[in-house]
């Protein structure tokens, strides 16, 4: 069959274009090159969704950013996913940042970024901030900030556009792309699909997928950012904060997650490996550092975990938002931040080229846009825990002790559309293992359940696909081979 | 009760034979706790007078709370603690349960450090475990993490799996320790460690961990004194699986959401009664303070139920009375002080002050002071070293504490030089 639409990349941006096209009366198809999406850039964040004061007005990042934040109030409204506007402080230190601030104040009102303002007084910034350090001078406030979980974004938008049609092919790494009589083949690891439009979100790898088209006008690097994350009700932060900013990055923030745990990070640096994941121990003295000059009481000696994320960076220093000479395919790459925050705008943008590129769009009569809230133990009241539980006693086995999650929400989280089918996407889904033990007690557990609904046995269940087994056999196997091979 | 592991299994029965009513709320599918995964020897000697493992140590306690009809119930996650002392708990058949207890026990044990917690920088594939975690794996669950492992830490669960997986015919390359030396009991390091020919590699820790989805294999550094790499010391080691045994935390996270005030070493405070600082709430076991034998827990839950008996029986619900409470200070060499605080009242009875120190240390002198620094108790021994708990039994009455005395500091000083000796 050819497909209307071929999206190559399960991030954020791929995803979020999935949804936004799911409401058309296309065919539409995603290909993602991990075990799961929501694998790479989108996993590994600040979760930041930004007001838009901070880019500079010569890039288009500046606007999308800025019409992007608007348009996730109607998303969150719709898909359900953890978001809350929070508001976010640029932390000035010494009063000649100030004058920086109140430019980014000034420019950000004019473009459209609502209630930005430049609190001086150190009482009100310590009220609304009380474990900000006292060397505050000035802060920039800005209320339509806010933290977002992007990898449960991602998972509820993806749920949404499979919902709504679209079908989502896993682990399906592209290595060729042909394009004859307009007619895309996109051959991956596993087999063949073939389209009439082709959409590029590959992330890291947009380069390599646009220059198999022979499109060689762009490169992307990877920069690297460090996090640390700490424990929950360790530290309660009321902002997003944020210090004067660098010309590489918005510099080292101290940040509230939407579920109660605070972070720390990210570095900024430039890498050449595209899948250079680790961190390191002068990167993450660098952010503990850099975090400190913040909160200076952060809780150092609570982290439960650290990790790296890289940015994907373009040449242009700007998102590369094109409808390319090659009919029919789509550049969407370089979606550094704030790619998160416009993922909503560039999305719409998408919808315009496809409508110039002729694409019949026409809005189905069945499209869903909601995609219902996932039942979640946490949220419930004591009367309606009851109620579930004596329907369905699943809701009652608690397997993650750290965040009390019972066994009923990772079956609904492995039978979801683009459901979950290893030890990662469980987590990442309802966040079995994300706590301050790490999946010390719930793994094998967790594991036990995707052995069973997805009928695999215990051996080839993985943290994240390929080669990331979590056992390697049964007890006694080693022993009993060894037997063997010596004839007795 | 809160837990029905070794602890909870001891101070339940000593309840229930002084003729009270006690309910066992345990959240694993059955009673025994993290003992049931011991699958080694070296149980009971203090308890029993024999040699058991972990299993039939633990069993002869559940036989026992079954004999005597101890009510339990499993699968049973306790959701939350109040000050009233209601604990909220659920399960599958009850649903949420409500449960009001005239005195309560903590005895909810210890979870291991992660690598997270020692903020371990590197790659972040799938084969990393801590020790415990993989002595689920092998023991209960049946499955081998790995083929070829690399311990960071010299713990004694670390030391127990390193001999336990050579068993299975899977390959221990190292076990690497930060410290200058091993962190668990030397009886582990001798017959878990040097019988097998197992390398204990010690002031290294690893700096890089290798693989991007598999663990491909780790670099190992030696550290200075700060525990700072040493540059140039460097060496890879080939393995396909890391156990962390880096360390136990008390498991306090209902404590402390009950209001409980939380000491320094991570369990609740608490004083001679090992009562926290909430009334009718007790603690004992690895909830309270990390030990280094199952027998020393059992003889602390034990104290900890008959406390809890006395509480039902002549304090519950009588007007408080004004305690004096006497503050147990760490000071030199001295990492923490269990019980935090005690009742000047007491000083009739016995008083268990247990404690570690932060370092090694041969020829010492443990030293009791006051707030005037006036020395109340001392006493020699030969060695300290930190895998070792310190247990003194002391009655206060002989020890003459002076009237105004509001705190005492254990320290754990060097012996002062002799230079001529007479004895």
């Given at each position: 069959m050819i497909y209307d639409i071929i999206i190559?990349?399960?991030?954020?941006?791929?995803?979020?274009?999935?949804?936004?096209?799911?409401?058309?009366?296309?065919?539409?198809?995603?290909?993602?090159?991990?075990?799961?999406?929501?694998?790479?850039?989108t996993k590994a964040n600040s979760g930041v969704v930004h007001a838009g004061y901070a880019a500079d007005r010569k890039y288009i990042k500046r606007n999308l950013c800025i019409q992007g934040n608007k348009l996730y109030t109607q998303a969150h409204e719709e898909l359900n996913f953890p978001f809350r506007r929070i508001g976010s402080f640029v932390v000035a230190l010494e009063d000649i940042q100030i004058g920086e601030l109140e430019e980014k104040r000034k420019k950000g009102l004019q473009d459209g970024v609502p209630d930005l303002e430049l609190i001086l007084d150190?009482?009100?910034?310590?009220?609304?901030?009380?474990?900000?350090?006292?060397?505050?001078?000035?802060?920039?406030?800005?209320?339509?900030?806010?933290?977002?979980?992007?990898?449960?974004?991602?998972?509820?938008?993806?749920?949404?556009?499979?919902?709504?049609?679209?079908?989502?092919?896993?682990?399906?790494?592209?290595?060729?792309?042909?394009?004859?009589?307009?007619?895309?083949?996109?051959?991956?690891g596993e087999g063949e699909f073939q389209s009439n439009n082709l959409i590029n979100a590959a992330g890291l790898y947009a380069s390599r997928i646009s220059k198999m088209l022979g499109l060689d006008y762009f490169d992307i690097m990877p920069r690297k950012g460090q996090y640390i994350l700490f424990d929950?009700?360790?530290?309660?932060?009321?902002?997003?904060?944020?210090?004067?900013?660098?010309?590489?990055?918005?510099?080292?923030?101290?940040?509230?997650?939407?579920?109660?745990?605070?972070?720390?990070?990210?570095?900024?640096?430039?890498?050449?490996?595209?899948?250079?994941?680790?961190?390191?121990?002068?990167?993450?003295?660098?952010?503990?550092?850099g975090g400190m000059k913040l909160i200076p009481n952060l809780p150092v000696r609570s982290s439960i975990r650290n990790f790296a994320g890289l940015r994907a960076v373009p040449d242009t220093m700007d998102f590369i938002i094109d409808n390319t000479d090659v009919y029919g395919f789509?550049?969407?790459?370089?979606?550094?931040?704030?790619?998160?925050?416009?993922?909503?705008?560039i999305a719409e943008r998408v919808e315009e080229f496809l409508e110039l590129l002729g694409v019949e769009m026409k809005v189905k009569d069945d499209y869903n846009p909601i995609r219902p809230k996932p039942e979640r133990f946490t949220n419930f009241t004591r009367e309606e825990l009851d109620k579930k539980i004596k329907k369905d006693p699943l809701w009652a086995r608690i397997v993650c002790r750290c965040e009390t999650i019972p066994e009923r929400e990772i079956i609904n989280a492995i039978h979801a559309p683009v459901?979950?089918?290893?030890?990662?996407g469980v987590k990442f889904r309802c966040r079995p293992g994300m706590g301050r033990c790490q999946g010390g007690f719930c793994r094998p557990r967790v594991m036990e359940i995707l052995s069973r609904e997805l009928n695999i046995p215990m051996e080839e269940i993985t943290k994240r696909g390929e080669d990331t087994n979590i056992v390697v056999g049964k007890t006694k196997d080693f022993i009993l081979r060894k037997l063997e091979q010596e004839g007795r | 009760m809160i837990g029905g592991g070794s602890a909870g299994l001891a101070a339940a029965i000593v309840i229930k034979k002084a003729g009270l009513d006690v309910l066992i709320l345990e959240r694993d599918r059955e009673l025994g706790g993290i003992t049931l995964q011991c699958i080694h020897n070296g149980f009971g000697i203090h308890e029993f007078k024999e040699e058991l493992t972990g299993p039939e140590f633990?069993?002869?306690?559940?036989?026992e709370a079954l004999d005597l009809g101890v009510k339990y119930k499993l699968d049973t996650m306790v959701i939350k603690v109040t000050k009233e002392k209601i604990v909220y708990a659920i399960n599958n058949t009850d649903g949420m349960l409500e449960i009001k207890a005239k005195a309560i026990i903590l005895a909810m044990g210890c979870r291991e450090r992660t690598r997270g917690s020692i903020n371990m920088p590197g790659f972040r594939p799938a084969g990393i475990y801590t020790a415990g975690q993989a002595q689920r794996f092998v023991n209960v669950e049946g499955y081998l993490p790995g083929r070829s492992y690399v311990i960071l830490g010299s713990g004694d669960i670390g030391m127990i799996m390193a001999r336990r997986l050579t068993w299975e015919g899977c390959k221990v390359k190292a076990v690497v320790e930060i410290q200058p030396y091993v962190s668990g009991l030397i009886r582990n390091q001798v017959q878990c460690l040097e019988d097998y020919d197992i390398p204990l590699i010690t002031s290294y820790t690893i700096t890089r961990i290798h693989g991007r989805h598999r663990v491909k294999g780790v670099t190992i550094s030696k550290v200075d004194r700060k525990f700072d790499r040493i540059i140039g010391t460097d060496r890879f080691i080939e393995c396909d699986t890391l156990l962390l045994s880096v360390g136990l935390i008390p498991e306090n996270e209902l404590t402390q959401n009950a209001g409980a005030d939380i000491s320094l070493n991570g369990g609740p405070?608490?004083?001679?009664?090992?009562?926290?600082?909430?009334?009718?709430?007790?603690?004992?076991?690895?909830?309270?303070?990390?030990?280094?034998?199952?027998?020393?827990?059992?003889?602390?839950?034990?104290?900890?139920?008959?406390?809890?008996?006395?509480?039902?029986?002549?304090?519950?619900?009588?007007?408080?009375?004004?305690?004096?409470?006497?503050?147990?200070?760490?000071?030199?060499?001295?990492?923490?002080?269990?019980?935090?605080?005690?009742?000047?009242?007491?000083?009739?009875?016995?008083?268990?002050?247990?404690?570690r120190v932060k370092r090694p240390d041969r020829r010492i002198l443990i030293q009791f002071k006051d707030q005037n620094n006036k020395v109340i108790f001392k006493r020699k021994r030969r060695y300290v070293i930190p895998?070792?708990?310190?247990?003194?039994?002391?009655?206060?009455?002989?020890?003459?504490?002076?009237?105004?005395?509001?705190?005492?500091?254990?320290?754990?000083?060097?012996?002062?030089e002799v230079l001529i000796d007479n004895t």
């Amino acid at each position: 069959m050819i497909y209307d639409i071929i999206i190559i990349g399960g991030g954020v941006t791929g995803c979020t274009i999935a949804r936004t096209l799911s409401k058309y009366d296309l065919n539409i198809c995603l290909l993602e090159k991990e075990a799961d999406i929501a694998s790479g850039t989108t996993k590994a964040n600040s979760g930041v969704v930004h007001a838009g004061y901070a880019a500079d007005r010569k890039y288009i990042k500046r606007n999308l950013c800025i019409q992007g934040n608007k348009l996730y109030t109607q998303a969150h409204e719709e898909l359900n996913f953890p978001f809350r506007r929070i508001g976010s402080f640029v932390v000035a230190l010494e009063d000649i940042q100030i004058g920086e601030l109140e430019e980014k104040r000034k420019k950000g009102l004019q473009d459209g970024v609502p209630d930005l303002e430049l609190i001086l007084d150190k009482e009100k910034i310590k009220q609304m901030e009380p474990n900000l350090t006292d060397k505050v001078v000035g802060v920039l406030h800005a209320p339509s900030a806010g933290i977002v979980s992007p990898y449960e974004m991602t998972h509820a938008l993806a749920e949404n556009a499979a919902m709504n049609g679209v079908k989502f092919f896993r682990n399906q790494e592209v290595i060729k792309i042909r394009h004859q009589e307009y007619v895309f083949t996109v051959k991956t690891g596993e087999g063949e699909f073939q389209s009439n439009n082709l959409i590029n979100a590959a992330g890291l790898y947009a380069s390599r997928i646009s220059k198999m088209l022979g499109l060689d006008y762009f490169d992307i690097m990877p920069r690297k950012g460090q996090y640390i994350l700490f424990d929950r009700n360790m530290l309660h932060l009321n902002k997003i904060l944020f210090p004067s900013p660098t010309k590489v990055s918005k510099g080292i923030l101290v940040c509230p997650t939407v579920h109660g745990n605070t972070f720390v990070g990210p570095n900024a640096q430039n890498i050449v490996d595209l899948d250079d994941l680790s961190t390191t121990t002068a990167g993450l003295k660098e952010i503990l550092e850099g975090g400190m000059k913040l909160i200076p009481n952060l809780p150092v000696r609570s982290s439960i975990r650290n990790f790296a994320g890289l940015r994907a960076v373009p040449d242009t220093m700007d998102f590369i938002i094109d409808n390319t000479d090659v009919y029919g395919f789509i550049n969407v790459a370089g979606i550094l931040s704030p790619g998160l925050t416009s993922c909503f705008a560039i999305a719409e943008r998408v919808e315009e080229f496809l409508e110039l590129l002729g694409v019949e769009m026409k809005v189905k009569d069945d499209y869903n846009p909601i995609r219902p809230k996932p039942e979640r133990f946490t949220n419930f009241t004591r009367e309606e825990l009851d109620k579930k539980i004596k329907k369905d006693p699943l809701w009652a086995r608690i397997v993650c002790r750290c965040e009390t999650i019972p066994e009923r929400e990772i079956i609904n989280a492995i039978h979801a559309p683009v459901g979950a089918t290893t030890v990662d996407g469980v987590k990442f889904r309802c966040r079995p293992g994300m706590g301050r033990c790490q999946g010390g007690f719930c793994r094998p557990r967790v594991m036990e359940i995707l052995s069973r609904e997805l009928n695999i046995p215990m051996e080839e269940i993985t943290k994240r696909g390929e080669d990331t087994n979590i056992v390697v056999g049964k007890t006694k196997d080693f022993i009993l081979r060894k037997l063997e091979q010596e004839g007795r | 009760m809160i837990g029905g592991g070794s602890a909870g299994l001891a101070a339940a029965i000593v309840i229930k034979k002084a003729g009270l009513d006690v309910l066992i709320l345990e959240r694993d599918r059955e009673l025994g706790g993290i003992t049931l995964q011991c699958i080694h020897n070296g149980f009971g000697i203090h308890e029993f007078k024999e040699e058991l493992t972990g299993p039939e140590f633990v069993q002869r306690f559940i036989n026992e709370a079954l004999d005597l009809g101890v009510k339990y119930k499993l699968d049973t996650m306790v959701i939350k603690v109040t000050k009233e002392k209601i604990v909220y708990a659920i399960n599958n058949t009850d649903g949420m349960l409500e449960i009001k207890a005239k005195a309560i026990i903590l005895a909810m044990g210890c979870r291991e450090r992660t690598r997270g917690s020692i903020n371990m920088p590197g790659f972040r594939p799938a084969g990393i475990y801590t020790a415990g975690q993989a002595q689920r794996f092998v023991n209960v669950e049946g499955y081998l993490p790995g083929r070829s492992y690399v311990i960071l830490g010299s713990g004694d669960i670390g030391m127990i799996m390193a001999r336990r997986l050579t068993w299975e015919g899977c390959k221990v390359k190292a076990v690497v320790e930060i410290q200058p030396y091993v962190s668990g009991l030397i009886r582990n390091q001798v017959q878990c460690l040097e019988d097998y020919d197992i390398p204990l590699i010690t002031s290294y820790t690893i700096t890089r961990i290798h693989g991007r989805h598999r663990v491909k294999g780790v670099t190992i550094s030696k550290v200075d004194r700060k525990f700072d790499r040493i540059i140039g010391t460097d060496r890879f080691i080939e393995c396909d699986t890391l156990l962390l045994s880096v360390g136990l935390i008390p498991e306090n996270e209902l404590t402390q959401n009950a209001g409980a005030d939380i000491s320094l070493n991570g369990g609740p405070v608490v004083d001679n009664n090992l009562e926290t600082t909430i009334d009718g709430i007790f603690a004992c076991g690895n909830v309270l303070q990390v030990h280094d034998l199952v027998d020393l827990v059992v003889a602390e839950a034990k104290r900890a139920g008959l406390n809890a008996v006395e509480y039902v029986n002549e304090r519950y619900e009588k007007p408080f009375e004004t305690k004096e409470l006497i503050k147990c200070i760490a000071g030199a060499n001295v990492n923490y002080v269990k019980p935090d605080h005690f009742n000047k009242s007491d000083q009739a009875n016995d008083i268990i002050f247990s404690f570690r120190v932060k370092r090694p240390d041969r020829r010492i002198l443990i030293q009791f002071k006051d707030q005037n620094n006036k020395v109340i108790f001392k006493r020699k021994r030969r060695y300290v070293i930190p895998s070792e708990m310190i247990e003194l039994n002391l009655n206060l009455k002989e020890l003459e504490i002076p009237q105004d005395c509001k705190s005492l500091e254990v320290e754990v000083i060097p012996q002062p030089e002799v230079l001529i000796d007479n004895t």
